[in-house]
């Protein structure tokens, strides 16, 4: 039975301590700031998962420990169980078609080669699910084995130093989501200068 109270909110990222700061986690970080500012604690394990819940807004969070191409069966299980349908799943994670700094708040796109969000169509088998797509940039060379490195590798000390707006911005959009709706949420930050760390052209 469907529970429409709830809201599960996944991170997308790799378990593994040597993944902490790799591109590929941002979606980890995200989350992993909205339980804080929610004050939840996300270190119970459940659904292949690290999970929390804040009581009183029904929020779930839920960060996926079984690497990222498998992220589909814990999400799948965190909705077996919750009662949560799909249309109530967000899914933060980074995204190699936007710069850094840029954020797109949407629902219903294919994976676009995104392992994570590949996995989790996959095994809901459905595209019915909010995106919180997490602009990473893509490297200079577009080989696929480059990419991989890329995603799996480190932020550069630039880059660095905008992480913190990217991950404080993400999660405003995410509150403003919880409070307001997708809608205006995405009417706000799908445009360019909304996380206040891009580059004046």
């Not at 899914?91 to 590949?118: K, M, T």
């Not at 602009?135 to 550069?156: A, K, M, N, Q």
Request: net charge positive; with cysteine.
């Amino acid at each position: 039975m469907e529970n429409s109270n709830q809201q599960l909110i996944v991170g997308l990222g790799n378990p593994e301590s040597d993944y902490g700061d790799t591109r590929h986690n941002l979606g980890f970080a995200c989350a992993q700031e909205l339980a804080r500012r929610l004050g939840v604690d996300i270190n119970r394990k459940r659904w292949k998962s690290l999970v929390g819940r804040s009581e009183g807004r029904g929020v779930w969070i839920v960060l996926p420990q079984t690497y990222m191409n498998l992220s589909g069966e814990a999400v799948k299980a965190a909705m077996r169980d919750t009662g949560v349908a799909a249309s109530q799943v967000w899914v933060v994670h980074d995204e190699l078609d936007l710069p850094l700094c840029r954020l797109r708040i949407q629902r219903g796109r294919s994976g676009a080669g995104h392992n994570g969000v590949l996995s989790i169509i996959s095994a809901l088998g459905t595209k019915d699910f909010a995106r919180f797509r997490v602009g990473i940039g893509r490297p200079s060379h577009r080989s696929s084995d480059v990419g991989v490195r890329y995603v799996l590798g480190r932020f550069t000390k630039a880059e660095s130093e905008k992480l913190e707006k990217v991950v404080s911005g993400v999660v405003d959009a995410l509150e403003l989501a919880l409070e307001s709706g997708l809608e205006r949420a995405a009417d706000k930050y799908n445009r360019a200068g909304a996380l206040g760390c891009e580059e004046p052209r």
